[in-house]
């Protein structure tokens, strides 16, 4: 069945995330292409990067783990060179020792044809760009960016983190886009509401070429009709953190209810 949701849908901010991530990204270039050629291409950037606090999204994002053991071990008596005997006290419980995960990122690169220079940078916000140190890494990205009058494109469909672009007074809302435009000194927003649709944004080129239009609703929804996500969320269980407001839980359980009563199956 399609999402039963107009918007973005939340049940994909758990363990799908990576998977819709690269799927998003390959399809806006699919999207945009036709528009762009033949003076830009659209290219798909795929990095690595570490996730090195990744206790948060455990259960989430990444696959549930056995996070402690009790000891079970006896006292061991020691001597001293004084034959006095003494019991070391064995500890209560053993921790793993924290290690990083490796993330797989995918970015859209806008590159004019003639110079294959960098013209805009769409970035789809991962868990590890919205908390430190990820966050701070990121920052400077955007930073360099601007410096490189670079146009940059923020697409946050997390709910999760720090947004890296906010900035007071930001709405109170689910999901935000925020455009810089290379030597602007505003920050275009769109804030999102969890019951919109998700807006056809600009895709700036160089001057005076006009933008391109990004039907992010469409490029979301096509996504999710190709890989069948309807087949692996569960909209019987709570979706994933943090949790919706009262109002909000309302509102979600009745978009689900209608997806059931129109022939939809929520497994």
């Known amino acids: 069945m399609p999402s039963p949701f107009p918007g973005m849908d939340p049940y994909l901010e758990g363990y799908l995330w990576h998977d819709l991530l690269s799927a998003l990204a390959n399809k806006i270039r699919q999207q ?82 003639a110079n294959n220079r960098l013209i805009t940078s769409i970035e789809i916000l991962s868990p590890v760009n919205k908390r430190e140190p990820g966050l701070t890494a990121y920052r400077q990205k955007q930073k360099r960016l601007y410096e490189a009058n670079v146009h940059l494109l923020e697409i946050d469909l997390l709910r999760r983190g720090k947004r890296p672009f906010a900035q007071p007074p930001l709405p109170d809302v689910p999901y935000c886009i925020a455009l810089t435009r290379a030597r602007a000194k505003q920050v275009e927003i769109w804030a999102i509401a969890l019951s919109s649709r998700l807006p056809i944004i600009p895709i700036p080129l ?18 999710y009709e190709e890989a069948a996500y309807d087949l692996s969320l569960d909209y019987s269980q709570t979706p994933p953190p943090p949790a919706f407001s009262p109002a909000e839980t309302d509102w ?3 978009q689900i209810h209608r997806a059931l009563e129109e022939g939809g199956s929520t497994r």
């Open 32 to 113: 945009l292409t036709p528009l762009l050629r033949p003076k830009y291409i659209a290219r798909l950037d795929i990095y690595l990067t570490e996730d090195s606090f990744p206790e948060d999204e455990i259960g989430i994002l990444y696959p549930d783990v056995k996070v402690l053991e009790a000891a079970n071990c006896q006292p061991t008596p020691i001597s001293s060179p004084s034959e006095t005997t003494l019991t070391i006290t064995p500890p209560s419980l053993t921790l793993p020792v924290p290690k990083s995960v490796q993330v797989r990122l995918t970015r859209v690169e806008i590159r004019d044809t």
């Open 206 to 223: 160089e001057a005076p070429d006009p933008d391109a239009p990004l039907d992010l609703q469409a490029a979301l929804t096509s996504v």
């Open 252 to 254: 979600l359980n009745a």
